[in-house]
């Protein structure tokens, strides 16, 4: 029910953080009541203190979902199937978070009888652009309060300093200070950090900014040897031979990579990306066992999956999944149609792959399946195996018989078949 004299009841993304406590405050303020909501997708959070801040501040309620094993399941391993990346580095920690939440959100909003939805997210940023493509998906009639795009909003507030005033104003505790002025997104899979400082691109990210992984430089001297072990692209088990461990379960394998990840220093990047809304955005990126997920995933496919199957993927499965994610159209008919492809493409990515983890180095040691595309004895150089060497005059004969009439129309022309500036694309 709709408290009186209220504008209606608001399910507010709340993180606990410096923005979502100040935007809790600032709507009780306009008069609306808010309900708190806040995921667990794994980050390092103390939720009862989060818990205490929102009541504090005057929230109706809080409430805590625990969103791990499905943030695992259905998001994180669907894009390690799909070697999803965007830009070539960034594994999209972020972006892979956002549909879970927003399908918990719309499931407590209709609860709630929650007419309005609000989030934290930046005016200039891709959140807010994921989020709100995600509710309208699940719930078109939802109305959404974002308070970064409302003028009396950021007018009054237009820096984190002023934030930071405000909260001390209402005595909201945060963890941000002006010596750290960064900001995080932090969950299972990975932690970004942005703004501040980092905002200038040539800025060296300070050496206490990195909150998961130990620096490569202070790792440990000695190699942690693992195995990875996957069913039709899934990881399915972790073996660790240095302590006898034997994890199966798909949330305890994540967090166990995670773990030895973070101990070797792996998973960091440092980069310069392209936001959907065409703003460019400096960010630091720790993703520990996803990069290791990625380097035996991908060693893998090379010796289970056939050639052209793997090509398609790479050129439709990977670079869509990679961009739907990242834009947020993840409940769209196209994530549908993508990603109802993927188990097809995974069918025969079964088998083991060795690592070694080594000062910010994931390195494969070996790899083993039973799928049988790999025959060693056809492939050796020691002997024949059943390959006709002679098989191969026809197939280089039949091959270039585009390129050498290629050839002959460019002697035609006039042009010489065998100038290098020519073939290389540098006359003038």
Not at 388 to 412: H, M, Y
Request: aromatic share 10%; charged share 25%.
């Amino acid at each position: 029910m709709v408290a009186p004299g209220s504008k209606g009841r608001v399910l507010l993304a709340y993180s606990g953080g410096l923005d979502t406590s100040c935007i809790l405050a600032w709507l009780i303020d306009e008069g609306y009541t808010v309900v708190c909501y806040m995921a667990d997708v794994g980050q390092d959070e103390d939720f009862e203190i989060a818990r205490s801040k929102a009541t504090a501040c005057g929230a109706e309620k809080y409430i805590l979902a625990d969103l791990r094993r499905e943030f695992v399941t259905e998001l994180i391993y669907p894009a390690v199937q799909a070697n999803c990346i965007y830009e070539g580095v960034y594994l999209l920690g972020t972006s892979l978070a956002r549909p879970v939440i927003a399908r918990g959100m719309m499931e407590v909003a209709e609860n709630e009888n929650c007419d309005f939805v609000a989030h934290g997210c930046t005016g200039k940023g891709n959140d807010q652009v994921r989020f709100e493509l995600a509710f309208y998906g699940l719930k078109p009639e939802i109305k959404v309060i974002a308070p970064w795009r409302i003028p009396a909003f950021y007018d009054r507030f237009p820096g984190r300093s002023a934030l930071l005033a405000y909260a001390a104003e209402k005595n909201i505790p945060v963890t941000q200070t002006a010596a750290k002025p960064w900001s995080t997104d932090e969950n299972l899979f990975h932690i970004s950090y942005e703004a501040g400082i980092l905002e200038d691109p040539n800025t060296t990210p300070p050496r206490d900014m990195w909150k998961l992984t130990t620096n490569p430089e202070d790792a440990p001297e000695t190699p942690e040897h693992i195995s990875i072990e996957f069913t039709k692209g899934i990881p399915t088990k972790v073996e660790v031979p240095s302590t006898k461990k034997v994890v199966t379960d798909p949330v305890e394998i994540f967090l166990t990579l995670n773990a030895l990840a973070r101990q070797h220093g792996i998973g960091r990047i440092d980069i310069v990306e392209n936001r959907f809304i065409g703003v460019k955005s400096r960010g630091c990126y720790e993703s520990p066992a996803a990069s290791i997920l990625r380097v035996a995933h991908m060693d893998l496919e090379g010796l289970t999956l056939d050639r052209n199957v793997r090509a398609l993927r790479d050129q439709f499965i990977t670079i869509a999944l990679s961009n739907i994610l990242y834009n947020g159209y993840f409940f769209s008919p196209e994530r549908e149609f993508v990603t109802a492809a993927i188990p097809a493409s995974q069918r025969t990515v079964n088998g083991t792959v060795r690592l070694a983890l080594y000062k910010g180095n994931v390195t494969v040691s070996g790899r083993f399946s039973n799928e049988g595309l790999y025959d060693e004895k056809f492939t050796s150089m020691d002997e024949m195996g059943g390959f006709e060497p002679t098989d191969t005059s026809g197939f280089i004969a039949i091959e270039s018989i585009r390129l050498k009439q290629w050839a002959k129309s460019n002697v035609a022309k006039g042009q010489a078949a065998v100038d290098p500036k020519s073939v290389y694309g540098t006359r003038e």
